[in-house]
């Protein structure tokens, strides 16, 4: 028996409220160079203090142990799916990323703009990251000769320098493809063709494809240096079992950056749009409080600040949640989780496989005796290192929202 | 290769004495309404803290994150079995419960008395709960007038008010079969039928189930309120592989409650019948030393303190069990563990999905240098946070009875 079987089997709705903060990448590393301290443990948090008194905390592996997710794994895992299972190629993740509304069945492809000499060799693979306003105009001129190739409609988004994504929407249309892109200088494009020979959903597809770069690349002959371009991550948007049904919660998501509002779409989620910062996404929370029973509220900076290594900017990310947080407790939910969907520690510059510290509140966690919300704390911690998968799961627990397996 | 064929490979004798004891629903959470403090924090235990001094802790997730087991998958997984694969079905579980001496291959159903009107719809699914005598005396009606049906012996068991179980054992019978229960008041009886309607087994089973109901129903015709009855959960005894042949372990069963005497049964161990105490199950286990190699010691009180919110109550089992310790340990086994099969929080007043915390004392155990055996203390202890189905392999692990793997 699969185990997402019995979690369903188990699921019964109870009216309870579930909030998921995410501090995107908090998670960092004590180093001599930051003085021993990470931003959690060296910025003011007397409200996150408070609050990890009475709760429970623990530390999540984001996927499996030493693997570093990038975002698209690192939520999917938050939203309770294995994200080996799910796999989202990256031409999905990125037009979600750059807000196209996608349909089940789509197929997205990663597109970015490259120099060809005369012979169709490819002598630079961003075309010399040509201007994003460049990108733009030529997008929009492909887009006006190219909406339709066969019963396929195409949607060309233009994205930042050399990037663009490319999605096909028609019917019998499946992933994933080879990449378009000899992945390095000095080689044609390789033609896109059927990762299984035998799919012909594939072969429609690489056909479709082929038929895009005839269409495509005359329009670009004069450009210079942007007379190409190369496709990788031709795949189509999986099917994932929707939140509703397989959580029994109607869930919103309060995210500012298209990507997390993409992928919360994508598991089916309500976007709620306007709110700019987290106190804003806070007092959105409260005024929706009786629509939803399930809120994913994404804070972004913790993340940026790390990839940038700024220790600072990080630490004061987080004592921009910690002021807002008063608000979100003026209707506290009967559960609250807040993490990261990884860690982004500024010793890395970038994502990481460090397991992110994980608070948990409900009237069931107890409280496991620590100060702080920090790294160090939740080594301590009642929940232990789990994967951050199970995160759902125990939230759903703590809603009461499960059964009692056997007699 | 699957794990367990791997452990049963490396396995070997060694005369090891290996002690289980069970504390029932021992796990708490602390919360402010108890002062922060756990049943086990506020008890005391000069002897299980002097033990834990020199043991290793852990906490144990019952079955999986966020899942409360009943009493079934918790020993399930305490005596070494995957719960989810091994699944017993609610009638089994009851009869077990009552003392029915059941043996591979019998179906067994929960039922219990309800109200038909005179169109057969069923006004009363409780039938009023009758009282437990008048439930003896329906029984023992039927059961004089039922005794089998074709080649089929029919065993039918009184419980509490309108409860009772009825044992189908006989060739060739299998289940599951859906329920002969509407769920709700207003509708007929429906007939029990195959889950797998291929199953030349269930179908048997099946019509052994409308020719009980032919039987039976005619002798309560004249009763008020309980004229019908309903079953439910109507499956066999699954194949469980036998302790004795799994671990190499002569293994003996010290509880006081049929439902534990029966799941020890189920995996093959001998019930110790008499004891009615804890220290008299240590004594017992004194007496009984040489004839077995492992014991499984069970001790209720704490379950049902947690079930009934009782703080008080269950830090007096707590520390009632530790009392009688030194009895125990007049003759030390090799390894001791300590632990619950789940929580029973008394804040939930029932069973819980929060890991249990869990002392392993052998001579390998080593000291986690925690002062005391507490959830809090078992956050910090060596044996971290696993599934509980793999104490019984630590267990044998501490008995040296596993060869190294690979050279």
């Given at each position: 028996?699969?185990?997402?079987?019995?979690?369903?089997?188990?699921?019964?709705?109870?009216?309870?409220?579930?909030?998921?903060?995410?501090?995107?990448?908090?998670g960092?590393?004590a180093?001599?160079e930051?003085?021993?301290?990470?931003?959690?443990?060296?910025?003011?948090?007397?409200?996150?203090?408070?609050?990890?008194?009475?709760?429970?905390?623990?530390?999540?592996?984001?996927?499996?142990?030493?693997?570093?997710?990038?975002?698209?794994?690192?939520?999917?895992?938050?939203?309770?799916?294995?994200?080996?299972?799910?796999?989202?190629?990256?031409?999905?993740?990125?037009?979600?990323?750059?807000?196209?509304?996608?349909q089940p069945?789509?197929?997205?492809?990663?597109?970015?703009?490259?120099?060809?000499?005369?012979?169709?060799?490819?002598?630079?693979?961003?075309?010399?990251?040509?201007?994003?306003?460049?990108c733009?105009?030529?997008?929009a001129?492909?887009?006006e000769?190219i909406?339709?190739?066969?019963?396929?409609?195409v949607?060309?988004?233009?994205?930042?320098?050399?990037?663009?994504?490319?999605?096909f929407?028609?019917?019998?249309?499946?992933?994933?493809?080879?990449?378009a892109?000899?992945?390095?200088?000095?080689?044609?494009?390789?033609?896109?063709?059927p990762?299984?020979?035998?799919?012909?959903?594939?072969q429609?597809?690489?056909?479709?494809?082929?038929?895009?770069y005839?269409?495509?690349?005359?329009?670009?002959?004069?450009?210079?240096p942007?007379?190409?371009?190369?496709?990788?991550?031709?795949?189509?948007q999986?099917?994932?079992?929707?939140?509703?049904?397989?959580?029994?919660?109607?869930?919103?998501?309060?995210?500012?950056?298209?990507?997390?509002k993409?992928?919360?779409?994508?598991?089916?989620?309500?976007?709620?749009?306007?709110?700019?910062t987290?106190?804003e996404?806070?007092e959105r929370?409260?005024?929706?409080?009786?629509r939803?029973?399930?809120?994913?509220?994404?804070h972004?900076?913790?993340d940026?600040?790390g990839?940038?290594?700024?220790?600072?900017?990080?630490?004061?990310?987080?004592?921009?949640l910690?002021?807002?947080?008063?608000v979100?407790?003026?209707?506290?939910?009967d559960?609250?989780?807040?993490?990261g969907?990884?860690s982004?520690?500024?010793?890395v510059r970038?994502?990481?496989?460090?397991?992110?510290?994980?608070?948990?509140?409900?009237?069931?966690?107890?409280?496991?005796?620590?100060a702080?919300?920090?790294e160090?704390?939740?080594?301590?911690?009642?929940?232990?290192?789990?994967?951050?998968?199970?995160?759902?799961?125990?939230?759903?627990?703590?809603?009461?929202?499960?059964?009692?397996?056997?007699?």
């Amino acid at each position: 028996m699969r185990l997402d079987d019995l979690y369903s089997q188990l699921t019964i709705s109870t009216g309870a409220k579930l909030v998921l903060v995410v501090l995107d990448g908090v998670g960092d590393v004590a180093t001599p160079e930051q003085g021993g301290l990470t931003p959690l443990e060296a910025a003011q948090t007397p409200n996150l203090d408070q609050l990890a008194q009475v709760s429970a905390l623990g530390r999540m592996i984001p996927v499996a142990p030493g693997i570093t997710p990038g975002s698209g794994p690192g939520h999917l895992a938050l939203f309770g799916y294995d994200p080996i299972e799910y796999q989202v190629g990256r031409g999905v993740i990125e037009a979600l990323g750059l807000g196209v509304d996608l349909q089940p069945g789509d197929v997205c492809a990663r597109a970015n703009f490259a120099t060809l000499d005369d012979k169709g060799i490819v002598t630079d693979r961003r075309a010399g990251r040509i201007p994003t306003e460049t990108c733009e105009r030529l997008c929009a001129r492909l887009q006006e000769r190219i909406q339709q190739l066969g019963d396929t409609r195409v949607i060309i988004r233009p994205g930042k320098e050399h990037r663009f994504v490319v999605v096909f929407r028609g019917p019998d249309l499946e992933g994933p493809l080879t990449d378009a892109d000899p992945n390095r200088e000095g080689l044609p494009i390789p033609r896109a063709e059927p990762r299984d020979p035998q799919n012909p959903r594939q072969q429609k597809m690489a056909k479709l494809v082929a038929e895009f770069y005839q269409a495509a690349l005359p329009l670009l002959a004069g450009e210079k240096p942007a007379n190409g371009f190369l496709m990788r991550g031709i795949a189509h948007q999986p099917h994932i079992p929707q939140f509703e049904e397989r959580y029994r919660l109607r869930a919103a998501a309060l995210a500012v950056y298209p990507m997390y509002k993409g992928l919360a779409q994508l598991v089916g989620m309500t976007k709620l749009e306007g709110p700019q910062t987290v106190r804003e996404q806070f007092e959105r929370y409260l005024a929706e409080y009786d629509r939803y029973d399930f809120f994913f509220i994404h804070h972004k900076a913790t993340d940026k600040a790390g990839e940038d290594g700024n220790f600072e900017a990080k630490k004061r990310a987080i004592e921009e949640l910690d002021a807002a947080l008063p608000v979100l407790l003026q209707k506290k939910p009967d559960v609250l989780a807040i993490t990261g969907d990884h860690s982004t520690p500024c010793v890395v510059r970038g994502h990481s496989w460090h397991p992110q510290p994980v608070l948990l509140h409900s009237r069931y966690s107890g409280t496991d005796k620590r100060a702080r919300f920090t790294e160090h704390d939740a080594n301590h911690g009642s929940l232990g290192l789990f994967e951050a998968r199970f995160l759902l799961r125990l939230m759903q627990a703590h809603a009461r929202m499960f059964d009692k397996f056997g007699a």
